[in-house]
């Protein structure tokens, strides 16, 4: 009697054993998995990182160097970069604390446009009504300027700018689709001439990011009818989940 109940102890404490161990192992692969599946956080990143996001995504680079701001002094890592369809934009890391550019916590995205006929009220309304994520100027050449900046340094995920990018391809093909260009109109730049506003514009433009590597040529994009389109299906669904 006492052997077989001993006999049964060691069985139902083998058998607890194994849920035990079952449990735990469960437990483990469950944590695995969220390991696994988890996004990466970062507080910075380096231009490689950027070059890698930039053509996991499908797109070219078609120049990449430094730019600095001629009051600040700052440098800045900036790529041209094209999507299929031909449109081209600037992605920029800014702040990066030193020309090897590997630590760097502003990550902006920027396009040059045709501005011809576009008035200031326009531009206003885009931003009040229509704009997602994404600012805008023009400058006095008849050439716009539209982009958005994220600073990385509180922690974000590479879906997270994927997502920022998304929304501001969007921006930009909901804002250029509606211009209609070649129509001349009435801006009113002040008392400054054209070349002082002009030459302005273009220091506040590099100040803001949107300046270009060096022997790169700037490229203006088509809008209205001919606006290209820069989301391609993978950025049309990272939109439609929310960027989740």
Do not use: W
């Amino acid at each position: 009697m006492v052997g077989r109940r001993n006999s049964m102890l060691a069985v139902m404490a083998g058998a607890a054993f194994a849920l035990q161990a079952g449990l735990a192992t469960g437990a483990a692969a469950q944590g695995n998995t969220q390991l696994a599946v988890a996004p990466r956080v970062f507080k910075s990143f380096s231009i490689a990182d950027m070059q890698s996001m930039m053509e996991e995504l499908g797109f070219t680079i078609l120049a990449m160097g430094a730019a600095q701001d001629p009051n600040s002094g700052e440098l800045a890592a900036v790529m041209q970069v094209q999507v299929p369809s031909g449109g081209v934009f600037l992605a920029t890391a800014r702040n990066c604390g030193g020309a090897n550019f590997s630590g760097c916590d502003i990550l902006q995205y920027s396009i040059f446009f045709n501005a011809m006929g576009l008035t200031l009220a326009q531009l206003n309304d885009f931003h009040l009504s229509a704009a997602g994520v994404s600012t805008g100027g023009l400058m006095a050449d008849n050439v716009g300027v539209l982009g958005v900046k994220r600073y990385t340094g509180g922690g974000v995920t590479k879906e997270y700018l994927i997502y920022t990018l998304a929304i501001f391809f969007a921006d930009l093909e909901n804002f250029f689709t509606a211009i209609s260009p070649g129509t001349i109109a009435e801006v009113n730049y002040g008392r400054a001439s054209a070349a002082e506003t002009s030459a302005a514009l273009h220091e506040a433009a590099i100040a803001h990011g949107f300046a270009l590597p060096a022997g790169a040529e700037r490229v203006v994009n088509a809008v209205g009818v001919n606006t290209p389109k820069f989301l391609n299906e993978y950025l049309e669904s990272v939109l439609k989940a929310g960027g989740e």
